[in-house]
């Protein structure tokens, strides 16, 4: 399985990104999907995850009612769809699959490149 994050960028305080994350090599039904971030310093932290089908969400803290997680398994494609976004989410985004929908980085069995995300205040 081969994942590729895109739609990182610059945008000022209070703006919207999407990031997207496309699969390759395999269905991507097959995996949950994380996006996880980790900024200069910092360890990677969850943000959120999706189940195989898409019936089990999770957020963290930070980012919950601002991030909307959504998939497409036809599309082989996951979306993190970041409103109101604050300059302490700029980071390095990452997608990341698993069997299972967990909110934890060494759970995950792959990894995309990353996408950066810079926030201005």
């Known amino acids: 399985l081969q994942l590729v994050e895109s739609g990182g960028g610059l945008v000022q305080a209070g703006g919207s990104l999407t990031l997207s994350c496309v699969a390759s090599?395999?269905?991507?039904?097959?995996?949950?999907i994380g996006w996880f971030r980790q900024a200069p310093g910092k360890e990677r932290e969850a943000v959120s995850v999706i189940s195989r089908g898409g019936g089990t969400i999770n957020y963290a803290d930070a980012v919950r009612g601002r991030f909307t997680i959504s998939r497409d398994n036809a599309k082989n494609t996951v979306l993190l769809q970041m409103n109101s976004l604050k300059p302490e989410d700029t980071a390095v985004y990452y997608c990341?699959?698993?069997?299972?929908?967990?909110?934890?980085?060494?759970?995950?069995?792959?990894w995309g490149q990353g996408t950066q995300v810079t926030v201005s205040s």
């Open positions: 990341g699959a698993a069997e299972w929908a967990f909110m934890t980085p060494e759970l995950m069995n792959y």
């Open positions: 090599g395999e269905s991507l039904d097959n995996y949950a």
